[in-house]
């Protein structure tokens, strides 16, 4: 699955995170909710080298930025 990159989503995130949007091959539920006409992508702070691994975790310094951002998207998507 992958967004359009024209999608106001993925623009918004590209915009918020300074990253440039990648489609990559990772089990998720998103083509799930793709199929039933939502908008998705997977988007999350920490390095994905250190996702799904025995010792998995996220850096404590990595939180607040994820949670700052959601919060963006939230109030750009839900409230204005």
């Known amino acids: 699955m992958a967004a ?8 918004a995130c590209e ?9 990559l091959a990772f089990a998720t539920a998103a083509p ?7 908008e998705t992508l997977v ?9 799904h691994q025995v010792d998995e975790y996220l850096a404590v310094d990595q939180i607040r930025p994820g949670i700052d951002l959601i919060r963006q998207l939230i109030n750009e998507f839900c409230l204005q």
């Not at 799930?32 to 939502?38: D, R, S, T, Y």
């Not at 702070?45 to 250190?50: A, K, V």
């Open 32 to 38: 799930f909710l793709q199929n039933l006409g939502i």
């Open 15 to 23: 915009r918020l995170t300074g990253a440039s949007a990648e489609a």
């Open 43 to 51: 988007l999350w702070p920490g390095n994905i080298n250190q996702a």
């Open 4 to 11: 359009p990159a024209s999608s106001a989503i993925v623009q």
